[in-house]
């Protein structure tokens, strides 16, 4: 055998080693082996790592709006008007978020709160009432685009998803060791979790973008006396009332306060008068 003949034969030795090296299973740490055999396995490992991203769908916008109002009515019917509003909302598709009352008092006027999630189709119909009902003094909107947070969020939502549904169906091959299986029941449990909470963030961004936020607040009306010359006395008069049960309050405190010392003052001072009672006489008789 000449040199020729070994370098060639040396050669296909080489070539044969190196094919049968690239048939080795290729590992996913924790998870499961892809075999390198099949067609295009380096790209199916890759996709499997890193599952395309959904593409942006620019037709839809998702805008969260919401509107701030503030009403006046008078004083003795604010209560009124306020139960007169929740009854109204009883009849339309709304969801009341919070609602606060608070009477009126000798020191403030009565007030109430009330935060909605309003259906779009019924807004009108509650503006409506509103304008007919009452004094809308300020009525401010404001919005917030919220398009690129629900894309990104759908995204990983499908994402996650679809990583779930390969997990579940590598748990299914009898070729799976036991070790392979606890790691990906864990994974598994790993990723059910997150799409939980990302369930649960798409709700909040579905609420908050297809029904409308309306905040209202209600305030009582100022008499006409209090914007004048004649408000110090109006705020006098209101004040008053106040002003006479403190001073009752610090009386009766200051009485209380004084009793148990009575007990020892009352009888040193009749002590005293009658010693100085008995020397006066003395002086008398010896003069």
Not at 10 to 28: N, R, T
Not at 184 to 195: G, H
Not at 243 to 266: K, R
Request: glycine share 4%.
């Amino acid at each position: 055998m000449n040199a020729k003949t070994c370098l060639t034969f040396l050669i296909v030795f080489f070539l044969l080693l190196a094919g049968c090296s690239k048939k080795k299973a290729v590992q996913i740490p924790g998870i499961a082996a892809i075999s390198a055999e099949s067609p295009n396995a380096e790209n199916r490992l890759v996709s499997y790592l890193s599952p395309p991203l959904i593409p942006p769908n620019a037709d839809r916008r998702f805008i969260a709006i919401g509107h701030r109002l503030v009403i006046e009515v008078p004083e003795s019917k604010l209560v009124e008007a306020y139960e007169s509003m929740l009854n109204f909302l009883k009849s339309i598709k709304c969801e009341v978020l919070s609602s606060s009352i608070n009477n009126q008092t000798p020191a403030s006027p009565p007030r109430g709160e009330l935060s909605l999630r309003v259906d779009p189709g019924d807004l009108d119909k509650l503006f409506g009432f509103l304008n007919k009902s009452v004094v809308v003094i300020e009525h401010a909107t404001e919005s917030e685009d919220k398009t690129a947070e629900v894309i990104d969020i759908e995204a990983h939502l499908k994402n996650m998803t679809e990583l779930r549904d390969r997990l579940r169906s590598l748990l299914g091959k009898s070729s799976a060791s036991v070790k392979d299986l606890v790691e990906l029941e864990s994974q598994l449990a790993e990723v059910q979790s997150k799409i939980d909470s990302i369930v649960t963030r798409r709700k909040v961004l579905a609420n908050e973008t297809e029904k409308i936020a309306v905040q209202i607040a209600f305030r009582a009306k100022r008499s006409m006396t209090r914007s004048g010359v004649f408000a110090p006395i109006a705020d006098a008069w209101d004040n008053s009332g106040s002003v006479l049960f403190e001073s009752l309050g610090v009386l009766i405190t200051f009485i209380f306060a004084v009793i148990p010392w009575l007990i020892l003052i009352i009888p040193a001072i009749w002590l005293i008068i009658r010693f100085f009672r008995r020397r006066s006489r003395r002086a008398k008789t010896s003069a």
